[in-house]
């Protein structure tokens, strides 16, 4: 009988793996892209989450707007006269100019507590309650969901009950600290304005001390008659570039 001398079977390199030494680089190389990478993936995230929260900032504020509007909500002005901020009527010798209308911090100072009798919280299931009223706390579940709303009136010196009136808002996040100080868009002595608003995009989750928006509102009502409209907003200046009188 003939004996075959069995052959030793030599391994291909297709049928070796991985040394342990190119396990590790890939490890090494993989580690180094995600580093690279999750600066990118981080701010994306706090971005989107931002940007979420602002648009339910703003409609927040939309709703108190229609609730002061439809007498849902107590208007500031029927918690506290402090609430009010008078304005001179416009004239063509003092028209009104486009920063008349907006908010500033002589005009309508920041909270400095919760209890402020300008302060507001927009809860989790839509529902808008003066701080002063009882019951009226936060979720501390749902910081992302809901809102104190500073807001005052801005009045016409001498005007009357159906004159109306422009509406000025802030509308900070929840989690606001107040016993830190809080901040809002405020303007120089020279007219520049500051913005104070969170950021979507520089600040990533946002600074927690700033107003998510600020916005002024003009509220009257069917008896608001042209001239009271014209002496809170002003009137353009005529073809000739003139200013005119409320008349």
């Given at each position: 009988?003939?004996?075959?001398?069995?052959?030793?079977?030599t391994?291909?390199?297709?049928?070796?793996?991985f040394?342990?030494?190119?396990?590790?680089?890939?490890?090494?190389?993989?580690?180094?892209?995600?580093?690279?990478?999750?600066?990118?993936?981080?701010?994306?995230?706090?971005?989107?989450?931002?940007?979420?929260?602002?648009?339910?900032?703003?409609q927040?504020?939309?709703?108190?707007i229609?609730?002061v509007?439809?007498?849902?909500?107590?208007?500031?002005?029927?918690?506290?006269?402090?609430?009010?901020?008078?304005?001179?009527?416009?004239?063509?010798?003092?028209?009104?100019?486009?920063?008349?209308?907006?908010?500033?911090l002589t005009?309508?100072p920041?909270?400095?507590?919760?209890?402020?009798n300008?302060?507001?919280?927009?809860k989790?299931?839509?529902?808008?309650?003066?701080?002063?009223?009882?019951?009226?706390?936060?979720n501390?579940?749902?910081?992302f969901?809901?809102?104190?709303i500073?807001?005052?009136?801005?009045?016409?010196?001498?005007?009357?009950?159906?004159?109306?009136?422009r509406?000025?808002?802030?509308?900070?996040?929840?989690d606001?600290?107040?016993?830190?100080?809080?901040?809002a868009?405020s303007?120089?002595?020279?007219?520049?304005?500051t913005?104070?608003?969170?950021?979507?995009?520089?600040?990533?989750?946002?600074?927690?001390?700033?107003?998510?928006?600020?916005r002024?509102?003009?509220?009257?009502n069917?008896?608001t008659t042209?001239?009271?409209?014209?002496?809170?907003?002003?009137?353009?200046?005529?073809?000739?570039?003139?200013?005119?009188?409320?008349?």
């Amino acid at each position: 009988m003939i004996k075959r001398k069995l052959q030793q079977k030599t391994s291909s390199s297709s049928d070796s793996g991985f040394t342990i030494i190119e396990s590790l680089i890939g490890i090494v190389v993989v580690a180094i892209l995600l580093a690279a990478i999750s600066p990118v993936l981080v701010m994306s995230t706090a971005i989107r989450v931002q940007s979420r929260r602002i648009e339910k900032a703003t409609q927040a504020a939309s709703t108190f707007i229609d609730g002061v509007r439809t007498n849902s909500i107590k208007t500031p002005g029927e918690y506290s006269n402090d609430n009010k901020i008078p304005l001179d009527p416009a004239t063509a010798a003092d028209p009104r100019l486009l920063e008349d209308n907006l908010i500033s911090l002589t005009q309508m100072p920041v909270p400095d507590t919760k209890d402020d009798n300008d302060l507001y919280l927009f809860k989790k299931d839509g529902i808008i309650c003066h701080t002063s009223e009882i019951g009226c706390t936060k979720n501390s579940d749902s910081p992302f969901e809901e809102f104190y709303i500073q807001a005052r009136q801005i009045i016409v010196t001498g005007s009357g009950a159906n004159d109306g009136y422009r509406l000025a808002l802030r509308v900070y996040r929840a989690d606001v600290d107040f016993e830190k100080p809080l901040l809002a868009s405020s303007k120089d002595d020279s007219g520049n304005t500051t913005k104070q608003t969170a950021s979507v995009v520089t600040e990533g989750l946002g600074n927690q001390q700033a107003p998510a928006i600020e916005r002024t509102v003009d509220i009257g009502n069917v008896s608001t008659t042209f001239q009271a409209l014209c002496n809170r907003l002003g009137l353009a200046p005529d073809k000739d570039g003139n200013n005119q009188d409320c008349q």
